[in-house]
């Protein structure tokens, strides 16, 4: 029923930056927020970044003040500005949403490599 489609991720050298998006196909108007996950290789996933309907973020304490997140909802589309980047950072990033009546929803991911 819904379909997160992700872009934006690719190689870049430590200190660059890339803007991921996430464009979202059907209804998510019983969602209350869009979420960025990540995965490094022998790691969970894990929450990096979160933003609700009314426009609340969340980060997890590694990325504040480098990472941005954002929603166009007239377009139906969340944003991840990465700046800054860290070879630590490199991993498959996910999108994800969630609704109290249809559950989890994930993007299939796209792939952050830093290099250096």
């Known amino acids: 029923q819904v379909q997160l489609v992700e872009s934006g991720g690719g190689l870049v050298q430590a200190g660059e930056s890339l803007r991921l998006s996430c464009a979202a196909s059907g209804s998510i108007a019983d969602t209350n927020a869009m979420d960025w996950y990540r995965r490094a290789p022998g790691k969970q996933r894990d929450m990096v970044a979160s933003i609700t309907s009314g426009g609340s973020t969340y980060y997890v304490d590694s990325v504040k003040g480098r990472f941005t997140i954002s929603r166009d909802n007239t377009k139906n589309t969340v944003y991840l500005q990465m700046n800054s980047l860290k070879p630590e950072d490199s991993a498959v990033y996910y999108c994800?949403?969630?609704?109290?009546?249809?559950?989890?929803?994930w993007g299939q991911g796209t792939q952050v490599t830093v290099s250096s």
């Open positions: 994800h949403t969630y609704s109290p009546f249809r559950g989890n929803y």
